[in-house]
């Protein structure tokens, strides 16, 4: 059984940066493909990112790719997501998530963290 828990998000201005992490504990992190989701009201969870057990390949939605990049340390049990030039359409709320095969489409992830929020205001 593996708990995630992401970092705090936040609220910033178009064009502005913002990194936000990802710790797991009770598994063994390194087994596990990791991803990133995002969720906006009234919308499905959507795939923003992943990355392999070794971090070998990443993979990232058309509408961050050049933008967001994935990345993890299996040293520190954390996956983290860096957003650079960021666009009001990214606000939502961000999710991580573990699983056991590289996947795009959320219901192959068996572990969530429980969401950090991201605003991003014009």
């Known amino acids: 059984q593996v708990q995630l828990e992401e970092s705090r998000g936040g609220s910033v201005q178009a064009g502005a940066s913002l990194k936000v992490s990802c710790a797991a504990s009770?598994?063994?992190?390194?087994?596990?493909?990791m991803g990133w989701f995002r969720q906006a009201p009234g919308k499905e969870r959507e795939f923003v990112a992943r990355?392999?057990?070794?971090?070998?390949?990443?993979y990232y939605a058309d509408s961050v790719k050049g933008r967001f990049t994935i990345s993890r340390d299996n040293a520190k049990n954390t996956v983290y997501l860096q957003m650079n030039s960021l666009k009001p359409e990214d606000t939502a709320a961000y999710y991580c998530a573990a699983g056991l095969t590289s996947a795009t489409n959320p219901a192959r992830y068996d572990y969530w963290g429980q969401g950090t929020q991201v605003t991003v205001s014009s």
């Open positions: 009770g598994g063994t992190f390194s087994s596990y493909v």
């Open positions: 990355i392999t057990r070794g971090s070998d390949v990443t």
